[in-house]
């Protein structure tokens, strides 16, 4: 499908994703300490990495490229991976730009909210993973290839389509049900796994997944500090879901500590009652930039 070749640079070829996914991978990397400088017309960025190499190209090339060797690391989305078939490492995924890839028609066409018995065409930019999904669903379809839009070809030039989508709005404008659910896919960070193979390239893909890693762990958790009286200490610390133990000072006095966990956001709303209820004082929350466990 690709051709298969590690070109002889030594220095580390990152690949960023053009268009929307962009700004959140750009934005990703700049948390980490990794400075990205864009020009308006430009593709080729600098970055703050010792030897490193970076271009812009489409996630769908980016893909390529990784899978063919020119480019060792990179960030696109899985449903790529998937429709193009390409052989790679998936180092991390970081949650962005989440879509479905789903199947959608007219709901006029529907019958019984199911596709009708008759043979239907098609459309979409996916064509390895359409048809995957017209062999799993025993469907007389005919494939249609399109080249974005795919949403205005129902009902003239088309019955169904295959495409992705992140609410559904788009769909939605354009009359289209979702009738099946393809697969799912975010933005992830890819190795091509002969660039693995090179020690100094691996040293230096394993220092980006390191540090990617530790923005989207920050990312999910906050640093709470909250004070208590020494007769309630032990009941405070049962209640954090702290990564491994928690930070625990003696304040002036000794009579009262202070405690400090990284602990996830989202058990904030149930956390902070729950730790007043305890005899926890003073609880101060703040955000954090990057964890390494």
């Known amino acids: 499908m690709f051709a298969m070749s590690i070109a002889s640079e030594s220095s580390l070829r990152l690949a960023l994703p053009k268009g929307r996914m962009q700004q959140g991978v750009v934005a990703l990397l700049e948390e980490a300490g990794i400075g990205v400088r864009l020009s308006e017309r430009g593709y080729r960025p600098k970055v703050n990495l010792p030897d490193t190499t970076t271009k812009v190209l489409k996630p769908q090339n980016i893909i390529e490229m990784l899978h063919a060797g020119s480019r060792d690391v990179g960030f696109a989305g899985l449903d790529w991976v998937r429709e193009l078939g390409a052989e790679l490492v998936e180092l991390c995924d970081t949650g962005l730009d989440p879509v479905q890839i789903v199947a959608a028609a007219p709901k006029t066409l529907l019958v019984d909210g199911a596709l009708p018995k008759r043979r239907i065409v098609v459309a979409s930019e996916y064509e390895r993973l359409s048809r995957g999904w017209i062999a799993e669903q025993s469907l007389d379809a ?87 009286a020494a007769s309630n200490l032990a009941g405070l610390v049962a209640a954090l879901p702290c990564m491994r133990q928690p930070t625990v000072s003696p304040l002036s006095g000794g009579e009262a500590f202070a405690v400090k966990a990284a602990v996830p956001r989202d058990t904030l709303p149930t956390l902070i009652p729950e730790l007043k209820a305890r005899g926890g004082t003073d609880i101060v929350v703040s955000k954090l930039t990057q964890i390494v466990a």
């Open 142 to 228: 005919h494939f249609l290839r399109s080249y974005g839009a795919t949403e205005v070809f129902p009902p003239e030039d088309a019955d169904c389509i295959v495409d992705n989508t992140a609410t559904g709005s788009t769909l939605r404008e354009n009359g289209l049900v979702i009738v099946g659910e393809v697969m799912r896919s975010s933005t992830r960070l890819f190795a091509n796994p002969r660039a693995l193979d090179v020690p100094h390239k691996r040293s230096a893909i394993e220092g980006l997944e390191l540090v990617v890693n530790s923005v989207l762990e920050a990312r999910k958790r906050v640093m709470l500090e909250v004070n208590v």
